[in-house]
């Protein structure tokens, strides 16, 4: 029997999840009240033809509820996986930290559903 899958939102909104012909949401996830950050500092390191080359360097990442009570980020779990920002999936770079894939554009051009998910190795 297979495990059930844990998919925890840590983003400030929610995510839907469409089936690649975009006809089907297949799930909401809405944001649980929990939201991942990082602190990070940039350097200048280098040109490339005339444009700065910068270094992203990344802090700690903590998590805030809705009350800005600050915590750590979550042990790594079987089965459990966190949808977090593209930031915070850099700075831990761990397999259960996902970040949203292949979004759509909604007619008005903000940002939509995705297909799928990533990982950030």
């Given at each position: 029997?297979?495990?059930?899958?844990?998919?925890?939102?840590?983003?400030?909104?929610?995510?839907?999840?469409?089936?690649?012909?975009?006809?089907?949401?297949?799930?909401?996830?809405?944001?649980?009240?929990?939201?991942?950050?990082?602190?990070?500092?940039?350097?200048?390191?280098?040109?490339?033809?005339?444009?700065?080359?910068?270094?992203?360097?990344?802090?700690?990442?903590?998590?805030?509820?809705?009350?800005?009570?600050?915590?750590e980020f979550p042990e790594q779990k079987e089965d459990v996986f966190y949808i977090v920002s593209a930031l915070v999936a850099n700075a831990l770079k761990r397999s259960d930290c996902i970040i949203?894939?292949?979004?759509?554009?909604?007619?008005?051009?903000?940002?939509?559903?995705?297909?799928?998910?990533?990982?950030?190795?």
């Amino acid at each position: 029997m297979k495990n059930q899958i844990i998919i925890h939102n840590y983003v400030p909104h929610s995510v839907e999840v469409i089936n690649n012909k975009g006809q089907k949401i297949i799930f909401p996830l809405n944001p649980e009240g929990k939201t991942a950050r990082c602190t990070f500092n940039t350097t200048q390191n280098g040109f490339l033809s005339g444009f700065p080359i910068i270094q992203n360097e990344y802090g700690e990442v903590t998590v805030s509820d809705a009350n800005g009570n600050i915590t750590e980020f979550p042990e790594q779990k079987e089965d459990v996986f966190y949808i977090v920002s593209a930031l915070v999936a850099n700075a831990l770079k761990r397999s259960d930290c996902i970040i949203v894939a292949n979004r759509r554009r909604n007619i008005d051009g903000t940002l939509g559903a995705a297909t799928g998910f990533s990982f950030i190795n």
